[in-house]
Antibody
Framework: VQLVESGGGLVQPAGSLRLSCAAS????????MNWVRQAPGKGLEWVSH????????YYADSVKGRFTISRDNAKNSLYLQLNSLRAEDTAVYYC????????????WGQGTLVTVSS | QSVLTQPPSASGTPGQRVTISCSGS????????VNWYQQLPGTAPKLLIY???QRPSGVPDRFSGSKSGTSASLAISGLQSEDEADYYC???????????FGGGTKLTVL
């Protein structure tokens, strides 16, 4: 199982960014996926969840209306569109696979850093 | 403020047994299974315990988990220096429709 995030970087407040996660080593289309973030020196915060066929999507209240999760099963890829970014969105964003046998995340990517600053 | 409550720090000497608690509510730990993650400095989290008390392949049996009601615990026996890391509990929350994490416990091996 390999999850490789990309797309992070420095962006100004109110700006936008699109994160990608390339999945390999498993049947991507069979798994629900999540984005989880970690602000510098802070704990883990769940951001969003998408079911295997994109029929169920959930967001944390802190990002609802600003972030959009999506996936392309043909490309084995997960995405997170970040709009109206704020300083408090600065974090490492992890792509995380949900297990099919139990409730929870079983594999994590290495993360991509998003810095929101002027 | 995290939905699940963990002590911010824990410590022990090599060979000792340490436990880390995780407290939640009926909408998360009380009705869902608990998972634990280990995060070594500068790395991504790694699954340590799933479904309350199951160890993934490759995780030493020094690590064990338990759950009772709306609380869970992670125990580490025979503490080793390489166990120094941050530990997080997590569970799905039915009322929030998302994963909730504890604030993390920083384990120091003295």
């Amino acid at each position: 199982v390999q999850l490789v995030e990309s797309g992070g970087g420095l962006v100004q407040p109110a700006g936008s960014l699109r994160l990608s996660c390339a999945a390999s080593g498993f049947t991507f289309s069979s798994y629900n996926m999540n984005w989880v973030r970690q602000a510098p020196g802070k704990g883990l915060e769940w951001v969003s969840h998408i079911s295997s066929g994109s029929s169920s999507i959930y967001y944390a209240d802190s990002v609802k209306g600003r972030f959009t999760i999506s996936r392309d099963n043909a490309k084995n890829s997960l995405y997170l569109q970040l709009n109206s970014l704020r300083a408090e969105d600065t974090a490492v964003y992890y792509c995380a696979r949900a297990s099919v046998t139990y409730s929870g995340v079983d594999y994590w990517g290495q993360g991509t850093l998003v810095t929101v600053s002027s | 403020q995290s939905v699940l409550t963990q002590p911010p720090s824990a410590s022990g000497t090599p060979g000792q047994r340490v436990t880390i608690s995780c407290s939640g509510s009926s909408s998360n730990i009380g009705s869902k299974s608990v998972n634990w993650y280990q995060q070594l400095p500068g790395t991504a989290p790694k699954l340590l315990i799933y479904s309350n008390n199951q160890r993934p392949s490759g995780v030493p049996d020094r690590f064990s988990g338990s759950k009772s009601g709306t609380s869970a615990s992670l125990a580490i026996s025979g503490l080793q220096s390489e166990d120094e890391a941050d530990y997080y509990c997590a569970a799905w929350d039915d009322s929030l429709n998302g994963v909730v994490f504890g604030g993390g416990t920083k384990l120091t091996v003295l």
